[in-house]
């Protein structure tokens, strides 16, 4: 999981310089290597989540233009009062989500749906909590995954939730243009998500994706904060789902 230094590695234009970028998950993983790109390029973060001391730990080491506040994406109350204390979003991604996988056999009704409660409807709602502080040039990165196009496995409810966030961008690209809606959809990452789970687990999904993808190697939490880094940026892509995965849907 080892990640090259930031400024050996980032490259910035100053279009972040200024602007306020909401990073919920943004403690950890993928969330939290977004929050030390945009801080580079002069962004000022704010971390959510759901853990006080870690989105604390996370803030220090961003540095002094983090700053964080507690927020569950599940709970309508919760993301209402996040977005109340801000003036502007610029610029929001949101990676938090809790979630069962699994066959639909073996499943039951509310784990299968737990990916649509999470990470579905907890994206839905944080950009509609969002909307009002949105600036009119700015930007949304829904997080998708790589399953919706090419589920590795029978969890057909998640491959499902994948594939519907997708057209959740497309749509809310429409509704709220001209601020730009997208999705990064990124394949099996080295990272703090893997992590956590057990090495027999990981090992074994780690080989088959290395099998499976055109480049036959991992991503990294930098591969998918550079994607989220370009949807932020590129002021011409919007409604696009973007694939960071090595190239496993193509196979």
Same mark, same amino acid.
Request: aromatic share 8%.
């Given at each position: 999981?080892?990640?090259?230094?930031?400024?050996?590695?980032?490259? $910035?234009?100053?279009?972040?310089?200024?602007?306020?970028?909401?990073?919920?998950?943004?403690?950890?993983?993928?969330?939290?290597? @977004? &929050?030390? $790109?945009?801080?580079?390029?002069?962004?000022?973060?704010?971390?959510?989540?759901?853990?006080?001391?870690?989105?604390?730990?996370?803030?220090?080491?961003?540095?002094?233009?983090?700053?964080?506040?507690? @927020?569950?994406?599940?709970?309508?109350?919760?993301?209402?009062?996040?977005?109340?204390?801000?003036?502007?979003?610029?610029?929001?991604?949101?990676?938090?989500?809790?979630?069962?996988?699994?066959?639909?056999?073996?499943?039951?009704?509310?784990?299968?749906?737990?990916?649509?409660?999470?990470?579905?409807?907890?994206?839905?709602?944080?950009?509609?909590? &969002?909307?009002?502080?949105?600036?009119?040039?700015?930007? @949304?990165?829904?997080?998708?995954?790589?399953?919706?196009?090419?589920?590795?496995?029978?969890?057909?409810?998640?491959?499902?939730?994948?594939?519907?966030?997708?057209?959740?961008?497309?749509?809310? &690209?429409?509704?709220?243009?001209?601020?730009?809606?997208?999705?990064?959809?990124?394949?099996?990452?080295?990272?703090?998500?893997?992590?956590?789970?057990?090495?027999?687990?990981?090992?074994?999904?780690?080989?088959?994706?290395?099998?499976?993808? @055109?480049?036959?190697?991992?991503?990294?939490?930098?591969?998918?904060? $550079?994607?989220?880094?370009?949807?932020?940026?590129?002021?011409?892509?919007?409604?696009?789902?973007?694939?960071?995965?090595?190239?496993?849907?193509?196979?």
């Amino acid at each position: 999981m080892s990640q090259l230094p930031l400024d050996a590695e980032t490259r $910035h234009d100053g279009r972040l310089e200024g602007r306020t970028v909401v990073l919920i998950g943004g403690g950890t993983g993928i969330g939290l290597r @977004v &929050a030390h $790109h945009a801080a580079a390029a002069g962004a000022r973060v704010v971390l959510g989540g759901r853990t006080p001391a870690r989105l604390a730990a996370a803030a220090e080491r961003v540095g002094d233009s983090a700053t964080w506040r507690t @927020v569950d994406v599940t709970d309508g109350a919760s993301l209402t009062a996040f977005f109340a204390e801000l003036d502007r979003v610029d610029h929001l991604f949101t990676s938090a989500a809790s979630y069962q996988v699994g066959p639909m056999l073996e499943l039951s009704d509310e784990a299968a749906a737990s990916p649509f409660a999470s990470k579905f409807w907890g994206q839905y709602h944080a950009v509609r909590c &969002a909307a009002p502080k949105l600036a009119a040039d700015g930007s @949304v990165v829904l997080m998708s995954g790589a399953a919706g196009a090419r589920p590795p496995a029978p969890a057909p409810a998640y491959a499902a939730c994948n594939a519907a966030i997708e057209g959740l961008g497309r749509g809310l &690209a429409l509704e709220l243009a001209p601020v730009r809606v997208n999705v990064v959809s990124p394949g099996t990452i080295d990272g703090n998500l893997w992590a956590q789970r057990p090495a027999a687990d990981r090992e074994g999904a780690f080989a088959q994706y290395r099998r499976d993808t @055109v480049l036959h190697r991992l991503g990294t939490e930098d591969d998918i904060a $550079h994607a989220v880094m370009f949807l932020f940026t590129n002021g011409f892509t919007t409604g696009s789902t973007l694939y960071p995965d090595g190239g496993y849907t193509l196979r």
